[in-house]
């Protein structure tokens, strides 16, 4: 008998793995998913598409979705008594728990939605959480700063033909699919405890980018398109749903290396992808299944934040080519 998300939350309670601060906030997200949801799946009808007029702390603009999304974001958690504070990536700085709410003994990062670039051509999109422990004292943006190998949980929602709730707290990695009718997540029996093949045939990296990435980059993907008539041996699909929770939610259903390597455009920029609140949760989740996740030199869930808003190169995935492609770059 499938369970649902309440109940799979309610044993982990019970069997000590998590506590109960802990499973609250995780059904907040859980809820919050559901409104965030509504949104996504109303899109113009909402009159939720196009451009906010904003840029956020990345000097991107924000579409009018991702300014909503963060609201229902902080409002859907803010209450909990689970929190300390939260950061955001639509948010230039950390948000410590506002005194009218009982301070918790957790810290929550997002990025309320993930692969704004689909939002207007009705392509997969996300939401991606981190969970840390608050330190003592007073929250600020340094409070946020420890290696994603210390998470607690981590996790994300796909918005997509079914709206899927990925999750580990620490003891596998577990997806449940968002029942309409009920409302209600459900534990997907056949994607119980995922596991990531160590060898794949298929990768993801936005090839348009090509001529500015670092030699090692080069070497392999010329190495993955020769196929059987290169080193490899064996021919390769790719992949480019442009929409991290996307790239990683088949990774881990299915194996594949995803890749978003830094690339000589902008030398201050190490990568795109944001390292506390899309690399590490998605590393946490990627080696919780088996998998292997590094920035090209060392694994992600190692590397010691400087900066609240700090990009990554990102190589996660199947361990035989992530290795691979790791050990060109030494
Ligand atoms: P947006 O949120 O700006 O669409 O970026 C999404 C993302 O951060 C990540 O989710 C994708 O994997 C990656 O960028 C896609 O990058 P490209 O648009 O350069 O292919």
């Known amino acids: 008998m499938a369970i649902n998300l309440q109940q799979f939350l309610a ?57 909503i999304t963060n609201e229902i974001f902080v409002e859907g ?43 207007d051509i009705n392509a997969p999109i996300g939401t991606i959480f981190s969970i840390t422990k608050a330190p003592e004292g007073k929250i600020a943006d340094e409070s946020f700063l420890t290696p994603g190998r210390k998470q607690i949980a981590a996790g994300y929602v796909m918005y997509s033909p079914q709206t899927i709730l990925t999750l580990t707290v620490g003891n596998g ?30 990768f993801a990296i936005n090839m348009s980018n090509m001529r500015h990435w670092e030699a090692p980059v080069q070497k392999y993907v010329q190495e993955l398109l020769a196929g059987d008539t290169g080193p490899l041996g064996k021919n390769f699909n790719m992949r480019w749903v442009a929409a991290m929770v996307a790239e990683v939610h088949r990774v881990l259903c299915r194996g594949g290396i995803f890749m978003y390597p830094r690339d000589n455009r902008d030398p201050s920029k190490p990568g795109k992808l944001r390292l506390m609140y899309e690399a590490n949760p998605m590393s946490f989740l990627i080696e919780q299944a088996g998998g292997k996740a590094t920035n090209g030199y060392q694994n992600i869930l190692d590397l010691q934040p400087e900066k609240l808003h700090q990009r990554v190169a990102v190589f996660l995935g199947s361990a035989e080519e992530v290795e691979r492609v790791t050990s060109y770059h030494e």
Not at 30 to 54: C, M, P, Q
Not at 173 to 185: C, D, K
């Open 11 to 67: 044993k982990q309670l019970s069997d000590g793995v998590i506590d109960q601060q802990l499973c609250d906030l995780l059904n907040a997200v859980a809820d919050l998913s559901k409104e965030i949801n509504d949104k996504v799946t109303h899109g113009a009808l909402a009159g939720v598409l196009g451009f906010a007029g904003t840029d956020n702390v990345q000097g991107e603009h924000q579409k009018k979705l991702d300014v």
């Open 173 to 202: 990695v577990f997806m449940f699919t968002l029942n309409l009718g009920t409302g209600e997540y459900i534990l997907k029996t056949t994607k119980e405890n995922i596991r990531i093949p160590v060898q794949t045939q298929e």
């Open 77 to 119: 958690v803010e209450w909990t008594g689970a929190l300390a504070g939260m950061a955001s990536e639509e948010m230039d700085h950390c948000l410590p728990t506002p005194a009218a709410y009982k301070r918790g003994k957790y810290l929550i990062m997002f990025d309320p939605l993930d692969g704004s670039s689909n939002i």
